[in-house]
Nanobody, 124 residues
Framework: QVQLVESGGGLVQAGGSLRLSCAAS????????IGWFRQAPGKEREGVSC????????TYADSVKGRFTISRDNAKNTVYLQMNALKPEDTAVYYC?????????????????WGQGTQVTVSS
């Protein structure tokens, strides 16, 4: 049974940093992608970043390019999202999601497995 567990959210002032973790378990495939999504109150869930398990290819939403960095530790089946220069508009619940596919996607409906989410709040 695939499980994704996020951690690392919290409250931070604008300009600060947080690192989110997504620990994945319950599968043996070496080919998958993990995406980070976020959902603010009253808004649709949006893709933030994605990384492939093989090859290291990454994608970022325009709104976070240059501020967020996604990385992975395949030995631990864990993906990280380093968030720097945080802005109040980054406030949201952040989710990681997994799809058994070679390609990243920014569309939530293309992911089959989701974590429970972690709250990130950036104060001004």
């Amino acid at each position: 049974q695939v499980q994704l567990v996020e951690s690392g959210g919290g409250l931070v002032q604008a300009g600060g940093s947080l690192r989110l973790s997504c620990a994945a378990s319950g599968f043996t495939s070496d080919y998958y992608v993990i995406g980070w999504f976020r959902q603010a109150p009253g808004k649709e869930r949006e893709g933030v970043s994605c990384i492939r398990s093989r090859g290291g290819s990454t994608t970022y939403a325009d709104s976070v390019k240059g501020r967020f960095t996604i990385s992975r530790d395949n030995a631990k089946n864990t993906v990280y999202l380093q968030m720097n220069a945080l802005k109040p508009e980054d406030t949201a619940v952040y989710y990681c999601a997994l799809r058994f596919n070679y390609a990243c996607s920014g569309y939530p409906f293309e992911y089959n497995y989701w974590g429970q989410g972690t709250q990130v709040t950036v104060s001004s």
